[in-house]
């Protein structure tokens, strides 16, 4: 397989415009003639699907949910970055930039994140006009604040619902151009298929969720927008319909599969109940601008928290990381947390927690500034764990929350597939193996607001494409073929529902493939997989019919792709021989036990080829060339 | 509280698809935590009917944290059950006793048609936001985000508009089945900012004609949408909402 990254040469600063020159255009009258599907409506295909229609493309639209306006982006919390230095506090684009490649431990491509902070001040300009809220100081201009891996205030919010307001600003953009009949909307779809015709992709095979009836729709490119594998490990604080079934079929239709293993555990969630819990809930990074993290020094000192005087206590991370303190990256923090708790030291009934403490904001600014701050995630917090968090401080935990790997793409947001695109959550393109607070926000928005709408226009204007219906064989033998899976799903009436089978994925992937990793663990863990994958197609119980609205078949058929992709996850970490970000091999760190990066044999992106079924896919290497910064072992001390 | 485990009888709506009709069925939910959400009780039993090869009770939900909006049926005669200010997914089992017995519906109101069991068909509130629910805006014309000055107070203003989550159950606990806070919380975001202002008369004018011809009733000042909204969005919302219908009548230009 080739990997051509199509990076263009040249000086990183003029890059983009440089080659948003060079790329051929289609002209507005012709725009019309092409259609283009979008799978996804959260903040990457919402906004990609409202800027290609406003441009003159016809776009069909499609999601999970039975509206837009539902996709997981809504959940977003702390806020989206952006260069405008409103603060004054000396910050730029190349500062973005250089946070954002050095916090994904140098392991993204430098044209891509460049690209990315360069967009980002267009981004917030652009929301503003469609309406978000962004919240304000007192003189009406815009408030911002302070991230994890950045010592600069370059964060805009809106409460603590900063997805949810990005996300209607989509939706609004996007119900525009569905009132005035430039997209064309399916809701309560699942993609099942991507077809090819002569090695491009040019449509779909979805599951009209209501009906259960497999429906084909044709276009003249495709562009996935599905959001992240998170729910792999079953607990996540990604939405129940999260899933990697678009993108794994896209694997199986030519589309490499990048980084994988690179998963970003959270260090701030609430912690783990009882067996029966379906999700995990974030508390935003933006609670460390105020809340402190801390354990008792001593292990096993049960003693509520207030009873712990101030020098009996622990605040390990402004301890260890001065000069970031609270807001060091999250794969930095979620280590911490693990390492205070593997030594004993954590609280709360099960030891696996640590205490995020806002009694001195509370102290400092009044309990009235912190509501209007956090009032929501305060409020979901007591709920949750009916405690009020005014009073007694958080006990958090680290748990998944984000997956930097994705679906392979070049610089025009293109997968080794032609025609076949793929932005936002979906892609691995700019967070290399850590990402950054508030930076996917940014990246769905650049990716399908102010790239794609370009770059897919130099795609259709240099290809001869044929007219294809949907009649063609290639949507015959996708249709098939998958009406086979899911007969086969409904017909095996066994004795393990989903969800169980599920709950034990998520163990072993957590187990084998989660806060640290090595090589006899993942090996283990690759095993276990299997084995369950086999016991699933003999032991499942899809209960209903195929034609009808059945919840239970739709997680069946997601997680018959889960325990495919969770071997390949932990086959990309058991590859991966050194630690960078989130990928925490234990063979491979420092003597401060921080991750040890091996950039003589890893400074790549590995981007596995699916060899068929049964077969070990193939991992191809794209080699990452840095121009403008200089490797070093990130340092947050 | 301390956890403890509870025994429910549960009386939920079932109805298959493409039928119009439906009936109560009675199950147990056994030893449930009350540290559970209502959905994971849910879930719990779900698991149960399968494993005895009855198929499980059909319900919506996503984000299980109370922000998309998806979930929502009617508990206890209450959308969202009893609590106040709270998604069905965020109600806790902590709020139900032992033995008690808990009725489940679907939300319920002639524009939301029941898909199947407790999964109903919200379709026309997209319809109406379609209708004029946006600022039309070009990516990549916007001025500088800082060029429009919005006071402090103007903003939370509209923000306590804009974070209704689409729900319905504004709509499901009104008698007269209106959609008015779920409008009025739009109008007011939009038409409360600067940059909302241009298109404020076509939209009032637009979004409350869809709205009608959505089915919805008409607001006769019950303010069971205000009680039963997850969001605590208030119907000052709708008083801006007719105050913008109003002018935007009186000004024919829009019209
Ligand atoms: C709790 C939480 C808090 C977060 N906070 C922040 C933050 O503060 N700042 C920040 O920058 N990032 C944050 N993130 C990350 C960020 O929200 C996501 O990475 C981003 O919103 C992803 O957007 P997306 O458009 O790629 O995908 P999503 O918003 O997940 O949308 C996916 C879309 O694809 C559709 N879809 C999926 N599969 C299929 C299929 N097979 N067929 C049809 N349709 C399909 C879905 O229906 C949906 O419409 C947070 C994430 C979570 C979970
Ligand atoms: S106004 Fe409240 S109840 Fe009505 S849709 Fe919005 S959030 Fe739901
Ligand atoms: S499931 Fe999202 S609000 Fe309840």
Known sequence: MQLNSN???????????????????????????????????????????????????????????????????????????????????????????????????????????????????????????????????????????????????????????????????????????????????????????????????????????????????????????????????????????????ACWAAYKKGAAFANPCYTQIHPTCITVHGDYQSKLTLMSESLRNDGRIWVPKKAGDNRSPEQIPENERDYYLERKYPSFGNLVPRDVASRNAKMACDEGRGVGNTGLAVYLDFTEAIQRDGEDVIRAKYGNLFQMYDKIQDEDPYKVPMKIYPAIHYVMGGTWVDYNLMTTRNGLFCLGGANFSDHGANRLGASALMQGLSDGYFVLPYTIGGYLATQSLTDVDTSHQAFKDSETQLNEKLNKLMNINGKRTVDDIHKELGHYMWEYCGMARNDAGLKEGIQKISALREEFWQNVNVTGSSKDFNQTLEKGYRLADYLEFGELLARDALTREESCGGHFREESQTEENEAKRDDENFCHVAAWEYAGEGKTPILNKEPLVFESVKLTQRSYK | ???????????????????????IETYQAKNISTDASFLEMLDIVNDDLTIKGIEPIAFDHDCREGICGMCGQVVNGYAHGEEKGTTLCQLHMRRFKDGDTVFVEPFRAKAFKVVKDLVVDRSAFDKIIQAGGYITAKAGGAPDANNLPVTYETCELAMNGAECIGCGACVAACPNASAMLFVGAKISHLALLPQGRPEAAKRALAMVRTMDSCGFGNCSNERECEASCPKNIEITNIARLNREFLSAGVCSTAM
């Open chain 2, 1 to 23: 509280m301390e956890e403890k485990f509870i025994n429910l009888t549960l009386k939920v709506w079932r109805q298959k698809l493409g039928e119009k009709k439906g009936k």
């Open chain 1, 7 to 245: 990076v263009p040469s040249g000086p990183l600063e003029g890059k983009w415009d440089r080659y948003k020159f060079d790329l051929k255009k289609v002209n507005p009258a012709n725009k019309r003639k092409f259609e283009v599907i979008v799978v996804g409506t959260g903040l990457a295909g919402g906004s990609a699907a409202a800027t290609m229609a406003d441009l003159g493309y016809h776009v069909k639209n499609f999601c999970i949910q039975d509206t837009p306006r539902r996709a997981h982006s809504i959940a977003a919390q702390g806020g989206i970055n952006a260069a405008k230095n409103y603060p004054g506090d000396g910050d730029s684009v190349y500062n973005l930039f250089y946070d954002t490649i050095k916090g994904g431990d140098y392991r993204a491509r430098e044209a891509n994140v460049y690209r990315l902070a360069q967009n980002a001040n267009a981004i917030i300009d652009h929301c503003v006009a469609t309406g978000v809220p962004f919240a304000r100081e007192y003189g009406g201009l815009h408030a911002n604040r302070s991230f994890g891996g950045a010592q600069v205030s370059r964060t805009f919010y809106a409460r603590g619902q900063t997805g949810q307001q990005l996300l209607l600003g989509v939706y609004g953009q996007l119900s525009r151009q569905i009132g005035l009949g430039g997209v064309e909307m399916y809701a309560r779809r699942d993609i099942l298929d991507i077809v090819i015709v002569d090695g491009c992709a040019r449509g779909v095979i979805c599951r009209n969720l209501v009906t259960g009836e497999i429906e084909r729709h044709s276009a003249h490119a495709v562009v996935l927008a599905t959001g992240g594998y998170d729910n792999v490990y079953f607990l996540s604080t990604s939405g129940m319909h999260s899933n990697v079934s």
